[in-house]
């Protein structure tokens, strides 16, 4: 894929998407060979079965990012002015809400075993004549399973960012995390070997809790980007750097006074709303549009730019402190009262 929407991706991006396509494809088989695995061994414990699971809901964002990969590539059109990039929002809320309705019905079924003291049982298999306690092969099919997350965890997270894409950053997280969900179930399976019967039902809800959270943190991310928070970094971990760019090439221009920015992320593409205040009351097309050139080749993220001259800077665009064109603004959790702690985010007067 060369283009997104109507971006034509560098070279460097071209071939990261490329390397992410190969990944997903590649964890989609060796997962379904892990399902099938564990599905030979799983029996009476519930750790086991909660792992499986988990194993089966951890392709959702694979495919979510495929099929979402189909419809972005698409350029606007008069029924999509703005393209069909949300789609990879809406795979990644899928994936999130997947997660956090299947973690939650798991945790509930654990804590019901537990209350109820249900004892799980184990049995035994005939190898080459002799009894062997079928415990022991779950323990090496959850060690041999958890391989293939410590090779395609970390290759997914490396190209994430390169990509700006939220739904690969979540499933890297989540397939460098694995090794939780294995090591809870391995010790769930040895309590039961050893007669500690309640160490499986714990296991399944320590794994249980796992999927939660993680349901909770895409779902969350997912919304908030669909309700047009201001865009942040791959990782959600703060505002992305960007927005300090763009004022200060706005700033840069001679006929601008002062400037302000809001930037919608809409995927991996930021559609960009650009506020100038102009010295003289006059401002020529040229101007508007050497401006928005300006910004369209900062990034190749950079789809949709409109740059506005107003009066004076609305309120909820960001002035974003910058220092060489690459500042970084302090940035309040977007659940908190913005009416203090977006102090920073203001225009400020004319110097």
């Known amino acids: 894929m060369k283009t997104l929407g109507r971006t034509d991706l560098p070279a460097e991006q071209q071939e990261a998407l490329r390397k992410a396509v190969r990944w997903e494809w590649f964890t989609i088989g060796y997962t379904l060979v892990t399902i099938a695995l564990i599905a030979l061994v799983v029996s009476g414990s519930q750790a086991m079965r909660t792992a499986w699971i988990e194993d089966m809901l951890s392709l959702v964002p694979q495919v979510s990012f495929l099929i ?6 698409h350029p606007p059109t008069r029924a999509f002015p703005y393209g069909l990039h949300r789609a990879m929002g809406v795979g990644h809320l899928v ?6 309705v299947i973690g939650a019905n798991l945790a509930i079924e654990a804590i019901v075993g537990l209350v109820k003291a249900e004892h799980p049982a184990i049995g035994t298999v005939q190898v080459f004549g002799y009894t062997v306690w079928l415990g022991w092969f779950m323990v090496g099919v959850m060690a041999l399973v958890t391989i293939g997350p410590l090779f395609y965890g970390p290759a997914k997270a490396k190209l994430a960012p390169v990509l700006h894409n939220k739904v690969l950053f979540a499933d890297a997280d989540m397939a460098k995390a694995d090794w939780t969900t294995t090591v809870a179930a391995i010790v769930g399976v040895l309590g039961i070997g050893i007669g500690w019967w309640w160490l499986d039902g714990a296991a399944a809800l320590f794994i249980s ?23 942040r970094s791959h990782d959600d971990k703060e505002v992305h750097p960007l927005a300090g760019q763009v004022v200060a090439a706005l700033d840069r221009q001679p006929w601008v006074r002062e400037s302000a920015v809001r930037i919608r992320d809409m995927g991996q593409v930021f559609h960009v709303e650009a506020f100038v205040v102009p010295h003289r009351r006059t401002v020529s097309v040229e101007q508007l549009e050497a401006a928005r050139r300006a910004l369209s080749e900062i990034d190749w993220k950079m789809q949709d730019v409109a740059v506005i001259p107003v009066a004076e800077l609305p309120d909820e ?7 060489e064109g690459d500042g970084r603004a302090a940035d309040p959790d977007p659940g908190q009262d913005r009416s203090d702690a977006d102090e920073d985010a203001k225009p400020r007067p004319a110097t």
């Open 317 to 323: 665009a960001e002035r974003v402190p910058s220092a």
């Open 209 to 231: 809790l796992g999927i939660m959270w993680d349901g909770y943190r895409n779902s969350r991310s997912a919304i908030l980007d669909l309700i047009d928070q201001r865009a």
């Open 95 to 100: 994936a999130g809400v997947a997660l956090l």
């Open 68 to 73: 979402a990969l189909l419809l972005i590539r």
